[in-house]
């Protein structure tokens, strides 16, 4: 896996087309959840935790990614301790990036702490950052 493209496991457990009613004026085409999809995860990696010199989406703080036909995005997260001195800033951070991708309408964030964050939850290239095999 390279470092720009993610694995498909990871992805495919991650992103998902959010049905957000049969009133929908047109679905997305999958070509276009795929444009999205590697945007968001591009836009994922400009988010750092301060205090870790990883991204956000390679820690696997990023649980889960719903797309509405209607380019809404929402964002279920979490951070690597509930007492993170960011908490409060790190969403904001998020959906400032998830905002600058082409074609998004708009964005929500949910911080969640179930399951809780462990370093099993890094991609190799994480650990490997952190030396941590």
Known sequence: MSEAT???AHEASLFSLDDM?????????????DRLTDELIAAFK???????PVDIYELGLIYRVDVSDDRDV???MTLTAPGCPVAGEMPS???DAVMKVEGV???????IFDPPWDSSKM?????LALNMF
């Open 105 to 111: 309408r708009s964005c929500d964030v949910n911080l």
């Open 74 to 76: 929402v964002v279920d």
């Open 93 to 95: 951070w998020v959906q």
């Open 46 to 52: 400009t988010v750092f935790d301060p205090e870790i």
């Open 21 to 33: 009613g049969a009133n929908q004026p047109q679905a997305l085409e999958q070509a276009e959840l």
């Open 123 to 127: 991609s190799d290239e994480a650990k």
């Open 6 to 8: 993610p694995d498909t």
